[in-house]
């Protein structure tokens, strides 16, 4: 294994992107180098440098393989973020939202939109059926795979 180096110019702009996304954690990884800069609850960064992503599984599992009965994340009607961004239950901030609790919705519908990079991105509902349930509150800063709504 080679030296490792840390550019502090990465963690610098990782921790500006925490920031600027109101994210709690950020994660970069190169070749066998990879750099976590998470905000802690007292408010200050904390910066986590891994030598090789092989050293970093080796520290232990960061999820629970085997979801949980109520995680729904493992739902099979749950529909995740595709990105990270900032979730939005409808168009602008004074319109109704795209959809509610015991909406009836086709395929292809738009659920929300996340906003990432300045850019609104329309999340379309995977399948048909009923929402039954709606995981985030409007304008909250989602990561990649996070659950956001349950369609069944």
Partial sequence: MG???????VIRD???????????????EEDDQRVRVSRGGGGGTHV???PSPA??????????PA??????AGHPGAVKSPMVGTAYLSPEPSAPSFVSVGDRVSLGQTLLIV??????????????GTVTQILIDDSTPVEFGEPLMIVE
């Fill in 55 to 64: 050293a970093a599984v080796a520290a232990g599992p960061v999820s629970d």
């Fill in 14 to 28: 990782l921790a500006a992107l925490l920031d600027e996304t109101n994210l709690t954690e950020i994660e970069w």
């Fill in 115 to 128: 906003e990432a990079m300045k850019t609104m991105n329309p999340i379309a509902a995977p399948r048909a």
């Fill in 48 to 50: 986590v440098a891994v």
């Fill in 67 to 72: 979801p949980a009965a109520d995680d729904p």
């Fill in 3 to 9: 030296k490792f180096t840390i550019d502090p110019d």
